[in-house]
């Protein structure tokens, strides 16, 4: 009897039912969707959803760990590039398992798996969430930008304004050369009255 046996064993010694689980984890991480028996889908879910989870945190401990299970390179980097920032602010349930109908030769019963995600029929367009990043000591990252743009536009008019005082100076260096002329001109016309007036 199996009284509370979870695992579903497949009808395969537990090399082979790894072994067919680790490939077909990586042919979902590839093609996103796979059609496969009821029970394997069911062993699937249950054998990549930790693996999703795990990819959340790009670390080279994770990789390593992920790689364990998932003997594919190309499998690996798709999961923590692509996969793990669409699934970045879902909290689990990361695979959807859709019944079709029963295959002819045998009648077992079929069923699709997918990452929800990637799915566009039910895609409701959610604005698009920025990963977590891990958190370290110092200053924050959006905090500095701000006052880096802030450095930024104030440069920018301190850059304009000198540009636009500078005519203004050309001008007066030009205007103070005629304004001596007429100080000058005046000053003798001055000084003549004055020697008329004292005559």
Do not use: W
């Not at 008019?157 to 000198?162: H, L």
Request: charged fraction near 35%; hydrophobic fraction near 35%; avoid cysteine.
């Amino acid at each position: 009897m199996r009284h509370g046996k979870k695992i579903n064993h497949l009808g395969r010694t537990a090399s082979h039912r790894k072994a067919l689980l680790s490939n077909m984890a990586v042919s979902l991480i590839k093609h996103k969707r796979i059609v496969t028996t009821l029970a394997k889908a069911k062993a699937l879910r249950t054998y990549v959803e930790p693996l999703i989870t795990k990819s959340k945190s790009d670390t080279t401990h994770s990789r390593r760990t992920v790689f364990s299970y998932v003997k594919d390179k190309e499998a690996v980097t798709i999961l923590f590039r692509e996969i793990s920032e669409k699934v970045a602010n879902r909290p689990g349930g990361y695979t959807r398992i859709i019944k079709l109908a029963n295959r002819p030769g045998d009648n077992a019963e079929v069923a699709l798996i997918e990452l929800v995600d990637y799915n566009e029929v039910y895609a409701t367009g959610g604005a698009k969430v920025e990963k977590k990043s891990t958190r370290r000591r110092g200053a924050k990252k959006k905090t500095s930008a701000k006052a880096d743009e802030q450095e930024v536009v104030a440069t920018a008019e301190e850059a304009a304004a000198p540009v636009e005082e500078a005519p203004a100076a050309e001008e007066t260096a030009e205007e103070a050369p005629k304004q001596k002329k007429a100080k000058a001109k005046a000053e003798p016309e001055a000084s003549a009255e004055e020697a008329k007036d004292a005559e």
